[in-house]
């Protein structure tokens, strides 16, 4: 048995611009999906789902996807959570050479489903990082997103981003400007998420914010100036100390007149929503020092920053908000929490580099 | 005793942009300040409000603004008002040639103070054109816009844009850029106010939009994104036919479009508010083509197009919002209500160019 976990994202800057060329800062946040992947003696996979907002289900089907199971829970739902975790079998299959590997697989995660939080990125990232350690192969993070991407890709009919992958496996805050993916330094930065229990309509988001950008020239411009405050939001974080125990309060306050700046042009852009604008009134009322949605839009999350207890509490009395927590940027991507039994030992002692590498924390 | 009113106004597109040499469109809307004026035989100005939200105060000083009045009000609004009024009897003394002239003037209004709907310049260009009238001196509108404007301009130190007091005196749609100051034809546009009750720091809000455009590109980018927009929605103006009885559904719709459009540059520029969002949700759930804050912001009113009760049923359920009501575009603008006496019938019959002077409809 072997257990993997890793965190989502919020977009600290850049959703939707990223889509036409624009850079994007996804940062880890301290939510994460934990795998448990056991092999079995045949070719069968078994999973079981925790707290994917789905009450949990458990199927039983062999290794192609073509079976679909019987069970109690809306077919969408099933199909969407197994089609990743199949998707992630098959990658950890082909690193492993192990065509015909078995596994009986454990989901869980603390990252609100379908929120804009990559909370499947982060469930296809654990999920080969397990698998492929429980077939005795350890991949480095970059190759996990990969992986992790190409999965995504496959589900998504081709739509996938490289942003959630990327940002899961490695963790910290990255950089995305269409296919090239960095890691950037940033300090730890005080996220407090605010979720409506919604999520929009990613597709028809994204067209909308297409067929505006092709129809005026001013939305163009709107999706080139998010572009500009990436950049300068950029500059920003490179200036800072990514070692300092906390951000100065110059960098929050500027880092958030520029996320509170980048939610005014997500708004004209049309993807915001009436509990979204709430939820970063609320948020900026209680002293947060920015906040804007983060993700599609439509509904679901917004991310501010504030290091006192001030912004979740004011969201949980907002009405509209079902979920508040604090999540701290997550200076680890990927990770093993329960190395392979057979040699669990010896594993978790020649493994330095393995766990660096996955984050930029000291 | 001679009886003049003049309308309030909204911003369809453009506010904050247009001190940056950016084209606004202001329009005159339905919800008018109603100015009463009979000649004094002494020098003495005699000033009676009501409706103001002032709950109404009188006060009676010689000509001369050296003297103020001890009256149970609080000094700032009283001086604010009498301000206004002071000016406004400057100019029609100037315009008559009469510097000794005394007044009794009665101000009646329905246009919420400080609300960012051009109260005070509908309570000039009445004034003005009342006591001018009183005078036996008639000016065309164009004129008492100019005066006006000199009124408030010396009233705000300065400040003062030369949009309200052009809007109010002239009616209808008017686009303004820099001191170039003309109307414009529009469909009878179905304007839905709704006010917060309150009114944001003009001043704070002005100095802050002045402050992000001078530190980033972004915000200065995003200032000439209003303009741009402003651009696009005269073309819409100028296509469409101002003699409709009611404006065609994808002009509204395209209108629409570009006031939520522009109200999300507004929002990034940071002179939004929770309630101005919340009052231009509702309206946007409640169906209205578009909505957005209209005026400096901070708080105060938004304005909404929607030619069906919804938007104005739904305002009144919206927490936050104090009064919401349906404000038509007003084609007319300063007008005399009751002439004066001496020659009323005669000063009716002879005075076709005047009326058809102050607005665009038939």
């Known amino acids: 048995m072997t257990v993997s976990s890793a965190p989502g994202k919020v977009y600290l800057f850049g959703e939707h611009a990223v889509v036409y060329g624009e850079p994007a800062v996804p940062c880890a946040v301290e939510r994460r999906a934990t795998v448990t992947v056991a092999a079995r003696d045949d070719d069968h996979v078994r999973v079981r789902a925790e707290d994917l907002s789905l009450n949990g289900f458990t199927v039983e089907y062999r290794g192609s996807t073509g079976d679909r199971p019987d069970v109690d829970v809306p077919a969408p739902l099933v199909e969407a959570a197994m089609g990743y975790i199949d998707a992630a079998v098959d990658q950890a299959r082909e690193a492993a050479d192990a065509p015909d590997a078995g596994f009986d697989i454990t989901v869980e995660s603390d990252i609100p489903l379908g929120a804009g939080l990559g909370s499947s990125a982060a469930v296809v990232v654990a999920g080969i990082d397990a698998a492929t350690r429980e077939l005795g192969v350890e991949l480095a993070p970059r190759e996990i997103a990969e992986r992790a991407y190409r999965a995504e890709h496959e589900v998504q009919d081709g739509q996938a981003s ?180 057979a040699d669990a030992e010896a594993e978790a002692e020649t493994d330095p580099e393995r766990e660096g590498d996955g984050g930029n924390s000291a």
Chains 1, 2 share one sequence.
Request: hydrophobic residues 40%.
């Open 162 to 341: 490289r942003a959630d992958t990327f940002c899961s496996a490695m963790g910290g805050a990255v950089r995305v400007e269409g296919d090239d993916c960095r890691t950037i330094d940033a300090p730890p930065l005080p996220f407090v998420i605010g979720f409506d229990g919604g999520a929009g309509d990613t597709g028809a988001l994204v067209s909308g914010v297409r067929a505006l950008r092709e129809e005026y020239d001013f939305a163009a411009d709107t999706v080139s100036t998010v572009g500009d405050i990436v950049r300068r939001g950029e500059e920003l974080l490179a200036e800072s100390d990514p070692d300092a125990d906390e951000p100065p309060e110059e960098l929050l306050s500027e880092l958030g007149r520029f996320m509170n700046f980048n939610h005014g042009l997500l708004e004209a852009l049309g993807v915001s929503s009436r509990s979204l604008d709430s939820m970063v009134w609320a948020a900026r009322e209680a002293g947060a020092y920015g906040a804007k949605l983060t993700g599609a839009g439509g509904g679901g999350c917004i991310v501010s920053l504030d290091p006192t207890p001030e912004t979740q509490t004011a969201l949980r009395f907002t009405p509209g908000c079902e979920d508040a927590f604090r999540a701290e940027l997550a200076t680890e991507g990927v990770r093993v929490e329960v190395p392979p039994e």
